[in-house]
């Protein structure tokens, strides 16, 4: 997580960002295709995405490369 961070030259402390109860990584998170069939595991950042009240509306998935970058995988269905 913290080298997509730096590939991304995104300007904040990485170690409050890792403090927060929103964000989280899972090194070795499945990854479907349409039809529901895994395609591999890819090292992913997880994030929730809340309410104004706070109730978790849904997750945000950014599936990553060893290297640190975006892993080349389709778009999620909606």
Do not use: S, W
């Not at 300007?11 to 295709?33: G, H, I, Q, S, W």
Request: hydrophobic content about 35%; overall charge positive.
């Amino acid at each position: 997580m913290r080298l997509y961070f730096k590939n991304r030259e995104l300007l904040f402390k990485v170690d409050e960002v890792e403090k927060t109860d929103c964000l989280r990584f899972n090194p070795a998170m499945a990854y479907y295709d349409e039809d529901g069939n895994e395609v591999g595991k890819f090292p992913a950042i997880v994030c929730a995405i809340r309410d104004v009240e706070g109730n978790l509306v849904t997750l945000h998935r950014t599936y990553l490369t060893q290297n640190g970058k975006k892993a080349k995988v389709g778009n999620a269905k909606r």
